[in-house]
């Protein structure tokens, strides 16, 4: 199984780095597009058909779904090539809505996505399967609905583990537990300390989080523009004694 980074910006995209986005491509079936911010249905397109891949959202804040719409068009339009038939979506419980309503003509309506989606809302802790891979969905802390995705390929028993946006829950442990990567959020850099609360990670959180959990290799994500990733990987360090890399924008990741 390997993870490209689309965007791993945080809050908003970087000159060089789209927000958040990844493709998940098992070494066999369709690939599984996971968050789609501001940019990245662009870099999907250096790598991937956008008509064949399952969409999962981690939450639905602007720079984790509002590339969406765009897909749709793609989806729909695409003069030579449109989608043939209907992927898997998997997101909050108000996916349908809130993103119909992006993608709709008018202000009051909902545009109906099941010509090209078939959504269900996730439930915690219930593991779904799409095509060869299983994703569980652990509940997070963060303003709105969000989940850590745990991906399992059936094939190799590759674990990936991605941490969405969320404070301090040891809900995050679990979902990264044993993974072979996780992709961790670290937007407030060194140190959470002075910051908002029920927000968002710092980089030695995230490395307390893969040290728990046991995991093999940890990549940072979600830092904005204005942060400080070198602090964040050095404070990743201090806390966890395997791999640690700073995402960027076309990075290939095998796990």
């Known amino acids: 199984m390997k993870v490209i980074v689309l965007g791993s910006s945080g809050s908003v995209g970087a000159p060089e780095n789209p927000a958040s986005g990844y493709l998940i491509?098992?070494?066999?079936?369709?690939?599984?597009?996971m968050d789609l911010g501001p940019g990245v249905l662009g870099q999907l397109?250096?790598?991937?058909?956008?008509?064949?891949?399952?969409?999962?959202f981690s939450h639905l804040h602007a720079d984790h779904c509002l590339d969406f719409p765009s897909l749709m068009v793609w989806r729909r339009y695409h003069p030579q090539a449109p989608a043939a038939g209907r992927n898997l979506l998997f997101g909050p419980a108000a996916t349908f809505d809130h993103l119909?309503?992006?993608?709709?003509d008018e202000p009051d309506q909902i545009d109906d996505m099941s010509d090209t989606f078939a959504f269900s809302a996730w439930k915690a802790h219930q593991t779904e399967i799409l095509?060869?891979?299983?994703?569980?969905?652990?509940?997070?802390?963060h303003p709105v609905e969000t989940y850590a995705l745990r991906i399992e390929e059936h094939r190799t028993g590759a674990v990936l583990a991605y941490s969405g946006d969320t404070a301090w829950t040891s809900e995050l442990i679990e979902c990264a537990r044993d993974a072979d990567v996780l992709l961790c959020e670290a937007t407030w850099g060194a140190s959470s300390e002075g910051k908002a609360p029920d927000m968002h990670l710092s980089g030695a959180e995230a490395g307390r989080i893969a040290r728990e959990?046991?995991?093999?290799?940890l990549v940072l994500v979600h830092i904005p523009p204005w942060g400080?990733?070198?602090?964040a990987l050095a404070a990743a360090r201090e806390e966890f004694s395997g791999p640690v890399e700073v995402s960027y924008s076309g990075m290939e990741i095998d796990c």
């Open 25 to 33: 491509l098992p070494s066999t079936g369709a690939g599984v597009l």
């Open 131 to 141: 095509g060869s891979v299983n994703i569980t969905p652990y509940p997070m802390i």
């Open 228 to 231: 400080d990733p070198e602090a």
């Open 213 to 217: 959990a046991g995991v093999k290799r």
């Open 100 to 104: 119909g309503r992006l993608s709709a």
């Open 45 to 56: 397109q250096r790598h991937h058909d956008p008509n064949d891949a399952h969409v999962v």
